[in-house]
């Protein structure tokens, strides 16, 4: 075999290598899912009466994808455009060899397109239950940094600017908000995940044929072979709908676009000069190779990375959706395969990053306070512009708001704020406890713990994972 010489390990794509997802997603891990269905198939078949009943368990040995050569397979793919037809050569060798009178059911009324799409269905479904533990893992975590967090103060920032007061469980409670949206859309593409059972042109004319003389319609031994893989039983064959690989693929995307939010942000935090926040410490992780005072943000760096790569393979799963033609698209159905499958890959790559980040995020709430603090008392510029423009009205529109903004414009010149208030606004209109108080910004949070709880309680991530 010269697979291994071959083989993409992930060598140069550190999202997705070496997880659980990347297993699940391998060569072999298709290859078993296209035997897996082959295998079914010919139980649905049996159970029916449409073949003898010893043969699923004949040909089930040789339904095990360590018994093939994958290099070799993808390489002869070429010759007929997918995996399918040498898969099926090399089947039915197997079976002819070890149970003669067992080769003869194989893959019957089915074609390539209906094995291939629906193994890539039953790969992601196995997947996708990987990613989304992952998924509900990091909202536990985000979920308990939030409400760790209800307290702290910290400044918003708007633009790259600081804009308003808030507290850091809020923006914990953003980035769960964010990954339980994206969560519940997978779970339901998830649930989604149909089967592909048509035949050669999508007609189920050779099942039809097949089916004769059973008590089992073509329709409903379809059912059951969705059933026995687990998939959703589709309304018809969709060979040139592709709506469910978009559906699946926009769900992986945008919970790479929450992740992504989420990875953003902790890498502006982690600035040294701003220092709100660490990635959990790990041995061997986030060194430079040069430089050994370094702690890298590597966490944060795959997680961005993986966000970043799946728009391109999103659009090329629209595309092909697009430039589908006739009863079985050409060249369009096939770009499909290494684009959903990269989607998986980088989703369930930045899950369990994510994961883990969220777990372990350390908040260093003294540099949070040196930071708001550092915003100066125009933190509050709304409120003050809100209570004060009123008391300066002298009846001329816009007088106020206009004498507030010169007052702020003198203060970012370097004036003491609380000072230009007291000389502006008289004792009795605005006590100096008054200005005190608003000038707080532990008084100017608006609904930040009921949002954080409202939230919270939206995604409950399955039972706080």
């Known amino acids: 075999m010269v697979f291994a010489e071959t083989a993409d390990y992930g060598l140069l794509s550190p999202a997705w290598a070496g997880t659980r997802a990347a297993a699940l997603t391998s060569d072999q891990a298709l290859l078993q899912a296209m035997l897996d269905v082959e295998l079914e198939w010919l139980r649905v078949l049996a159970s029916a009466g449409l073949i003898k009943e ?25 010759g007929g455009g997918n995996p399918v037809i040498p898969l099926l050569a090399d089947l039915r060798a197997i079976v002819r060899e070890e149970a003669p009178d067992a080769a003869g059911p194989i893959h019957r009324a089915a074609t390539s397109q209906d094995i291939l799409d629906s193994a890539l269905m039953l790969m992601a479904s196995r997947a996708l239950e990987t990613i989304l533990a992952d998924a509900y893992r990091a909202q536990a975590a985000l979920a308990g940094l939030a409400r760790e967090h209800a307290d702290t103060l910290s400044v918003a920032r708007t633009l790259t600017q600081h804009s308003l007061p808030s507290t850091f469980g809020l923006k914990a409670a953003q980035w769960l908000h964010g990954i339980g949206q994206a969560t519940a859309a997978l779970e339901a593409a998830a649930a989604a995940l149909p089967l592909q059972w048509g035949g050669a042109s999508g007609t189920m004319a050779a099942l039809t044929t097949a089916a004769e003389g059973s008590t089992s319609t073509p329709l409903e031994l379809s059912a059951d072979l969705a059933s026995r893989l687990g998939l959703a039983d589709p309304v018809a064959p969709w060979q040139t709908n592709r709506l469910p690989v978009t559906a699946l693929g926009g769900a992986l995307a945008d919970l790479l676009a929450a992740a992504g939010k989420v990875s953003n942000d902790v890498l502006l935090l982690s600035r040294p000069e701003i220092g709100e926040v660490s990635e959990p410490r790990e041995a061997g992780r986030g060194g430079s190779s040069a430089m050994p005072q370094k702690q890298n943000p590597v966490l944060s760096v795959l997680i961005r990375s993986a966000a970043l790569a799946a728009p391109g393979y999103t659009a090329m799963l629209q595309a092909a959706a697009g430039a589908a033609d006739d009863e079985r698209p050409g060249g369009s159905w096939h770009v499909e395969w290494q684009a959903l499958r990269q989607l998986l890959r980088l989703a369930g790559g930045a899950a369990v990053k994510l994961a883990e980040l969220s777990a372990g995020l350390q ?6 306070a040196r930071n708001l603090t550092a915003a100066g008392p125009l933190v509050v510029s709304e409120k003050v512009m809100a209570r004060v423009a009123p008391l300066l009205d002298d009846g001329t529109p816009g007088q106020g708001k206009k004498l507030v903004q010169e007052l702020v414009a003198r203060s970012l010149a370097g004036e003491d704020f609380p000072a230009l208030l007291r000389d502006a606004v008289p004792a009795q209109a605005l006590s100096d406890a008054d200005i005190a108080d608003l000038l707080n910004p532990a008084n100017y949070i608006g609904q930040s713990s009921a949002l954080i709880e409202r939230i919270i309680s939206a995604y409950p991530g399955r039972k706080n994972a």
């Open 54 to 78: 010893g043969v699923p368990d004949a040909v089930a040995p040789a339904c095990q994808a360590s018994r093939y050569d994958i290099a070799d397979l993808a390489a002869r793919a070429q």
């Open 363 to 368: 908040v260093h709430t003294g540099a949070v």
